[in-house]
C-alpha cells in the first residue's frame, strides 16, 4: 500500500483538462512544499514535471501545474496532447519514518 | 550534459549479495544529495535510499532497513547501494537519482536509465 493516494487512472480527449490528485497527510503531503511530480512514459526513466508543489523544471511545458490545498496536491494537465499519455506519481517529503514517500501512480489515457 | 549510470544489476539468489554502481557526470557530484528509487516490474516508483552530498546524513526505507547500504565516492563521481540478504520481493529496476538542489528538496531532476537486480533461484 502507497503512503500517497493516487487515481489507478485517469483519461482525456485531445485538447481537455485533466487533474490527477494526490492525497497523504498532515506530517507529508500536508506538512510542507516538498512535493513534486514525474512523468513515466513505458521503458523510460521518470521526468521531474513539477517541483515545490507547482514550480516546472525548464522545458516543461506550462500546460502542466501544480497546486495544493490542506493534505491533498494536484497535477493539471491542460491542452491534452496524444504524447501526455503516460504514469504520473506524485512525492514528498514526509517527517515520519521514510524520507521521501511515492504514490501508486496513475495512468494517463488520452482517448 | 548531467548523466547517471547505474551498474552491477543481474540475477542473484534469495539471501545473495549484490552492489549497484552509479556513475555520474555533468555535474559537481560532491555538492549534491543523491538517492535510489526502485520499481519492481509492472508497479510503481518506491523510494529506497538516500545519501547527503558528504555522506554524513543517510536515509533508508523500512523495507530495506538493516539489508541495505548507501555510500558515496565523491572522488570518483560514484553512487554506490550494497544490497544484503536479498529477497524476492526486491526485484526491481534501481535507479539512481540526483537531488534537485545543492539543499535538501527532496526531488529528483534527473535519473539514470536503471539496472534490473533480479531475485530469484
Known amino acids: 500500500q502507497s503512503a500517497l493516494t493516487q487515481p489507478a487512472s485517469v483519461s482525456g480527449s485531445p485538447g481537455q483538462s485533466i487533474t490527477i490528485s494526490c492525497t497523504g497527510i498532515s506530517s507529508d503531503v500536508g506538512g510542507d512544499r516538498y512535493v513534486s511530480w514525474y512523468q513515466q512514459h513505458p521503458g523510460k526513466a521518470p521526468k521531474l514535471m513539477i517541483y515545490?508543489?507547482?514550480n516546472r523544471p525548464s522545458g516543461v511545458s506550462n500546460r502542466f501545474s501544480g497546486s495544493k490545498s490542506g493534505n491533498a496536491a494536484s497535477l493539471t494537465i491542460s491542452g491534452l496532447q496524444t504524447e501526455d499519455e503516460a504514469d504520473y506519481y506524485c512525492?514528498?517529503?514526509?517527517?515520519?519514518?521514510?524520507?521521501?514517500?511515492f504514490g501508486g501512480g496513475t495512468k494517463l489515457t488520452v482517448l | 550534459e548531467v548523466q547517471l549510470l547505474e551498474s552491477g544489476g543481474g540475477l542473484v539468489q534469495p539471501e545473495g549479495s549484490l552492489r549497484l554502481s552509479c556513475e555520474v557526470s555533468?555535474?559537481?557530484?560532491?555538492?549534491?544529495?543523491m538517492n535510489w528509487v526502485r520499481q519492481a516490474p509492472g508497479k510503481g516508483l518506491e523510494w529506497v535510499a538516500t545519501?547527503?552530498?558528504?555522506?554524513?546524513?543517510?536515509f533508508y526505507a523500512e523495507s530495506v532497513k538493516g539489508r541495505f547500504t548507501i555510500s558515496r565516492d565523491n572522488s570518483k563521481n560514484r553512487l554506490y547501494l550494497q544490497m544484503n540478504d536479498l529477497r524476492a520481493e526486491d526485484t526491481a529496476l534501481y535507479y539512481c537519482a540526483k537531488e534537485g538542489s545543492v539543499r535538501w528538496t527532496y526531488y529528483f531532476d534527473y535519473w539514470g536509465q536503471g539496472t534490473l537486480v533480479t531475485v530469484s533461484s
Open positions: 555533468g555535474f559537481i557530484f560532491s555538492s549534491y544529495t
Open positions: 545519501i547527503s552530498n558528504s555522506g554524513d546524513a543517510i
Open positions: 512525492t514528498s517529503y514526509t517527517a515520519y519514518g521514510a524520507l521521501v514517500v
Open positions: 515545490e508543489v507547482s
